[in-house]
């Protein structure tokens, strides 16, 4: 009887852990080996003639469990295999995973006969509980559903599952290296910091303390000094050692309730040579309740931490419980770090200054060669040669899923940064604008004239990446614009509702509609802000009372916001903007950013239908005005556009800085330009400008734009 009791109490104790862990055995010089102390126990605890605790002996890992203190560090260490494990969506952590596997192999004092790298989703996670090769897990964190979800939750589960043994990976050696972004306060690298948890509460044997790289600082210099430690680390054999973590590893969730001066049960102990009285169960019942307790509670906190709101970024409670933003640092560091300007410029991007860019659009090329303009031709007169993409803040509130750039340039909710001169920045801008321009000279197909056209600026488009409104300085960057007769079209996510109030006259004032609901929004461009809805609707209220030319644009994407149309109208109401833009997402190609596909990219005549739908629900104010079939574009209009019967949607570019010059009030219908035929929805050109040559890439045909004319009378009847 007694045996049974005691089997089934050791069990218990070894599936819970509650022995105590192995001391700290630092300074000793035998290590628990054999030799030094011929009862096998650590050699500090020799004079005191206790009873010896025997120790678990793990089956050979990675290293064969060899090389104590007293040997083993003459010569190279030697490593069987290794795999340096990434989580990536943009490829950042697979570019640092092939940078330390080359450390790895240039570096003369570590032997490695395999070395691998391996995408942690072709990863099967069940060979992690037989894995013996050293695992680097180098891993990107992210407030959304990423690569890295599926391995979080099965680690999770292994480590709370009660039927687990707690030295269930001792075979395992590892390091954790989390890459994540400041901006997401708590958040910040929270899945790797989990995993690095639980793998040593799992019996696994730390190699490195956990790598914190933050996208939001230099990053890649972070991660150089990580790597290099843990290198460095690899140069001493006993890295190698099995030491599993003690069990207070950052929490009290997990302490230890045994009295003073009771040892308690080893771990692992297989419970044949410990035996316990039945005097002492009384004792062992309260452990295990007290240890159920304890998990219980940790569990629910990991509950909660799922469950709460993701995105609370930027606040804090003062001593009243008042919630309140946080002060910037004293110290602001520049935006755009080595690594992201790396990136940005990989991208084609002209970085200016320590926060904006600026890149010439693939209709600026076309343009040139005399193959038509963008949607902003047909809409409003701009010809695409003539205008520059620049963008005074790189960073954004949004992680939208159809996101350009691939969620390469940083986020934020405010203001961090070093902040650049506006004239600084505008000279920067065109600077480089122009140094791309003229690298296009010798390009076949440019015609000389448009070449020496686009060697003046006439308008700014602020929509290249990011959000230009949260620059600090926009007002004066927009003067500067007007003062050059460069004429402004400001894009902004609808996330900074005081900053639209506080806007002044811009030739044309853009907030991006993305859902129409509070869910498709949160689910389509990922906003950082816990009131997002609440800021997006405050800056569309903002935009109706601006007194000037507005403009809705909205990216329509199959499956996710094409079926709102009842909640757009409410939108539109609300705003009651100049314009609405609706346009089909273009697909950017696989990034893993998004899960976005070719499948939810609409036809333009579905684009149509949809439009359509919503002007008959919008009812009297609102028709279709425009369209540009070649980009999936149309254009809807308040009526007041429509004078005489034909729309007046383009601008009076001279007329509109003769009227910012003169000081004197004016409104959007004050510099109106008729929309030419070609231009107006219906047309057989489908809003592809006839002066210009079409040009079909795929099927390397030139036509003009007259012979695509029964498509988009097609799609318009």
């Not at 007694?2 to 089997?7: A, C, F, G, P, Y």
């Not at 295999?81 to 697979?94: D, H, P, V």
């Not at 693939?362 to 620049?390: D, N, P, V």
């Not at 600077?431 to 686009?454: C, D, S, T, W």
């Amino acid at each position: 009887m007694n045996n049974v009791v005691n089997s089934l109490l050791n069990g218990f104790s070894s599936m819970l852990a509650l022995g105590q862990d192995p001391e700290d055995r630092s300074g000793c010089a035998c290590a628990g080996s054999q030799g030094s102390n011929p009862g096998g126990g650590c050699c500090k605890n020799t004079p005191a003639k206790t009873e010896t605790v025997e120790r678990v002996t793990p089956a050979a890992g990675c290293c064969g469990g060899k090389g104590g203190h007293g040997h083993g560090n003459v010569g190279p260490t030697e490593i069987e295999s290794m795999k340096l494990i990434y989580s990536t969506l943009t490829g950042t952590a697979k570019t640092f995973a092939a940078e330390l596997e080359r450390q790895l192999q240039n570096d003369s004092h570590i032997t490695i006969k395999q070395l691998h790298l391996v995408d942690i989703t072709e990863y099967d996670n069940d060979d992690l509980l037989t894995e013996t090769s050293v695992c680097v897990f180098l891993l990107s964190s992210y407030n959304v559903e990423g690569p890295l979800d599926w391995f979080t939750k099965w680690l999770r589960d292994l480590r709370y599952d009660w039927r687990v043994d707690r030295l269930a990976l001792q075979k395992l050696r590892y390091a954790v290296c989390g890459l994540g972004d400041s901006a997401y306060g708590d958040e910040f690298n929270v899945a790797a910091g989990q995993i690095d948890k639980w793998l040593g509460q799992l019996g696994a044997t730390r190699i490195y303390p956990l790598g914190a790289c933050d996208k939001n600082a230099d990053q890649k210099a972070q991660f150089d000094a990580w790597a290099q430690q843990f290198v460095q680390e690899l140069h001493d054999k006993r890295s190698l050692e099995f030491a599993p973590t003690h069990i207070e590893y950052d929490s009290d969730a997990e302490e230890e309730v045994a009295d003073e001066g009771e040892p308690g049960l080893p771990i692992g102990s297989d419970g044949e040579d410990a035996m316990l009285d039945l005097e002492d169960m009384g004792m062992m019942a309260t452990k295990l309740k007290s240890a159920k307790a304890n998990r219980e509670r940790e569990e629910h906190e990991f509950e909660v931490a799922q469950a709460k709101a993701k995105r609370t970024i930027g606040e804090e409670e003062n001593g009243n419980g008042i919630k309140s933003r946080k002060q910037p640092s004293a110290e602001a560091r520049e935006m755009v770090s080595p690594m992201l300007h790396k990136n940005l410029t990989k991208q084609g991007y002209k970085i200016v200054g320590s926060h904006s860019g600026v890149k010439i659009c693939r209709w600026t090329k076309a343009a040139l060669r005399g193959r038509g303009f963008c949607y902003k031709h047909s809409f409003y007169g701009i010809q695409s040669h003539l205008c520059m993409e620049t963008t005074p803040s790189l960073a954004c509130a949004n992680k939208c899923v159809f996101c350009w750039r691939h969620h390469t340039n940083p986020v934020g909710t405010t203001w961090r940064w070093k902040v650049d001169d506006p004239k600084f920045i505008l000279d920067g801008a065109m600077e480089n604008h122009y140094k791309m321009i003229k690298q296009l000279k010798g390009v076949p197909g440019v015609k000389a004239e448009r070449f020496q056209e686009a060697s003046t600026i006439k308008h700014c488009a602020l929509s290249l990446v990011g959000e230009p409104i949260f620059y600090p300085h926009i007002n004066e960057f927009v003067r500067l614009l007007h003062e050059r007769n460069i004429s402004s079209f400001l894009v902004t996510n609808a996330q900074f509702p005081d900053k639209i109030k506080d806007m002044e006259l811009v030739t044309q004032l853009y907030v991006s509609i993305d859902a129409g609901t509070k869910e498709g929004l949160k689910k389509i461009d990922r906003p950082l802000f816990r009131d997002f809805w609440e800021r997006f609707i405050g800056s569309l209220e903002a935009l109706a009372d601006k007194g000037q030319r507005t403009v809705y644009r909205m990216t329509l994407v199959k499956e996710h916001n094409t079926e709102e149309i009842d909640n757009y109208v409410e939108l539109v109401r609300r705003g009651r903007p100049s314009f609405i833009e609706v346009k089909g997402v273009t697909y950017c190609g696989y990034s893993g950013a998004s899960n976005l596909t070719m499948a939810n990219v609409p036809y333009h005549h579905e684009v149509v239908e949809f439009c359509k739908k919503l002007v008959a629900k919008l009812g009297p104010g609102y028709e279709i005005a425009a369209e540009h079939a070649h980009s999936c574009s149309i254009l809807i209009a308040q009526t007041v556009f429509k004078i005489d019967g034909e729309w007046y949607t383009h601008i009076d570019y001279p007329k509109f800085f003769e009227l910012v010059k003169s000081g004197k009030p004016f409104n959007s219908l004050d510099y109106v330009a008729k929309t030419p035929d070609w231009a107006v929805f219906g047309a057989a050109e489908g809003g592809f400008d006839p002066e210009e040559t079409r040009f079909y890439r795929k099927n390397r045909k030139v036509v003009d734009a007259t012979t695509d004319a029964s498509v988009a009378a097609a799609a318009a009847s």
